[in-house]
Nanobody, 126 residues
């Protein structure tokens, strides 16, 4: 059983920063890809950023490029999302997701991930 636990959510002013963390109970060396998703009120869950655990290449949604940075520490089974220049539209529940035991699929598709965290709330106020 793989558990993902997020932390670091909270409230911030527009233009501010927040750093999200996700820790897994399973080794990252057996995972193929990790990602952060956001679900805004009344909207579907959307990919924000992903990172390959075979080479550390990162991908970002257009809304996150230039403002967010994803990283992973395979020795600590931990992933972070540094969010800068926050905007109102960044508000939502942020979920950590990972794929264990399979090949990484399309990173933007929630179905590409085998395990999910419970989510952490991020609220940005202007």
């Amino acid at each position: 059983q793989v558990l993902l636990v997020e932390s670091g959510g909270g409230s911030a002013q527009a233009g501010g920063s927040l750093r999200l963390s996700c820790v897994a109970t399973a080794t990252f060396y057996r995972a193929s890809i990790m990602a952060w998703f956001r679900q805004a009120p009344g909207k579907e869950r959307q990919g924000v950023a992903s990172i390959s655990l075979h080479g550390d290449s990162a991908l970002y949604a257009a809304s996150a490029k230039g403002r967010f940075s994803i990283s992973a520490d395979k020795n600590k089974n931990a992933m972070t999302l540094q969010m800068n220049s926050l905007k109102d539209e960044d508000t939502g529940i942020y979920y950590c997701a990972g794929q264990w035991g399979g090949v990484a699929g399309e990173w933007l598709s929630p179905t590409s991930y085998s395990h999910w965290g419970q989510g952490t709330q991020v609220t940005v106020a202007s």
